[in-house]
């Protein structure tokens, strides 16, 4: 499975210019002024993991293929865009399509690029933001309990919908409803509200070490456990570079990490995902799953037919695969396992299944 994040912000906070260091292309239109992106840019890449590089070495394997992720770089929302303001109806029908949110906030001072607000508040942005998407969910749950759309709706969407409906108007969190409710049912709502967030500050080069003012009101509010602190310029300027000059440049700065590895690494636990590998001469794989994912269902992730035909997995775990150099030793020295139907997937198992066609 690949997962899909979308970028959104309010106009001119960067979020093109990010889209684009991150798929590492030049697809989204970067300018100054609103609105430049109208239709979604959509850049699929690889996810990057030093395993994979070590588990291809060992299985000498001919290919080796990154799990992807997805960014969709969504055009700019506005106050009013629930009611059309803007691209408002076509931006936020973008944002039910993605898995996760990445809020991109202004957390810099610029005479050169605009701002559609007279300052920077990187709080005020975000509450926009939030309460346009909030007043959309209002308005989709309200259409759907109305008489004549209530009766096609089954009772757990129906007990969903209305309990979303008394913390709106009521003023309750409406994240309360993933306390009460599991994910499948939550994400077959298509409310906007309740996706998986991550906050991304665009500063300046100046702050992108130790953040600045703007970024420490932010994670007053709202903490730092979702939150990144992120320069798109720089990130542009990291892409354009060899690798070798990379890690100079990264250095220099003071950067441990770009910001996709970042991204990836938040929305990975956000959306409580794992990732495990098949290890060959042919090709080293990495694949996505959800964390507590069965053998069956992570083996149908490769195909449905080895999920029917499921028998059991023959499962390392990465330390012992690494330590005993591949698949024979570890076999030789008992660190392989059998696994049937109930076992649940650890990240960074080394997986083959065995199963009827």
């Known amino acids: 499975m690949s997962f899909k994040c979308g970028i959104v912000g309010l106009p001119n906070v960067g979020k093109s210019t990010l889209f684009n260091a ?51 770089d969504i055009a700019g929302l506005v ?7 803007g691209l408002g109806n076509k931006f936020l029908s973008h944002i039910r399509e993605v898995d996760a949110v990445i809020h991109m906030i202004r957390c810099f001072d610029s005479d050169d690029i605009q701002n559609v607000n007279p300052n920077v508040d990187p709080i005020r942005d975000l509450e926009i933001i939030e309460t346009e998407m909030l007043l959309a969910d209002l308005e989709s749950i309200q259409k759907r309990l109305e008489k004549n759309n209530k009766k096609n709706i089954d009772e757990e969407q129906l007990n969903i919908l209305e309990t979303a409906l008394d913390c709106i108007n009521n003023d309750k969190n409406i994240s309360l409803l993933k306390t009460q409710f599991n994910n499948k049912l939550l994400n077959q709502t298509g409310l906007l509200s309740i996706k998986p967030k991550i906050y991304v500050c665009n500063v300046d080069e100046q702050s992108v070490q ?39 440049y990264m250095d220099m700065i003071g950067l441990k990490d770009t910001g996709l590895t970042l991204l990836i690494q938040k929305g990975y636990k956000i959306l409580e995902l794992d990732t495990y590998f098949t290890s060959g001469p042919e090709e080293t794989r990495a694949w996505t799953i959800k964390k507590n994912c069965t053998a069956p269902k992570a083996a149908g992730e ?5 999920e029917k035909g499921f028998i059991r997995a023959e499962t390392i775990s990465y330390e ?32 083959n299944f065995r199963f009827n066609t």
């Open 22 to 72: 991150l798929t590492n292309s030049s697809k989204a239109q970067a300018a100054n002024f609103p609105f430049c992106t109208i239709d979604p840019n959509v850049g699929m890449v690889p996810v990057p993991d030093k395993r994979l590089t070590e588990l291809s070495k060992i299985s000498k394997s001919k290919k080796t293929i990154n799990t992807t992720i997805s960014f969709v």
């Open 79 to 85: 106050k009013g865009a629930s009611k059309g303001e």
């Open 210 to 248: 130790t953040g600045n003012n703007y970024t420490k009101d932010f994670f007053n509010k709202y903490g730092e456990e979702n939150s990144l602190i992120i320069s798109a310029d720089i990130e542009n300027q990291i892409n354009e570079l060899q690798t070798e000059e990379k890690r100079n």
């Open 302 to 306: 490769i195909h449905t037919d080895f």
């Open 320 to 351: 012992d695969f690494i330590a005993n150099d591949g698949w024979a030793n570890s076999k030789l020295n008992g660190k392989m396992r059998l696994e049937g139907k109930d076992y649940i997937v650890k990240d960074g198992d080394i997986l």
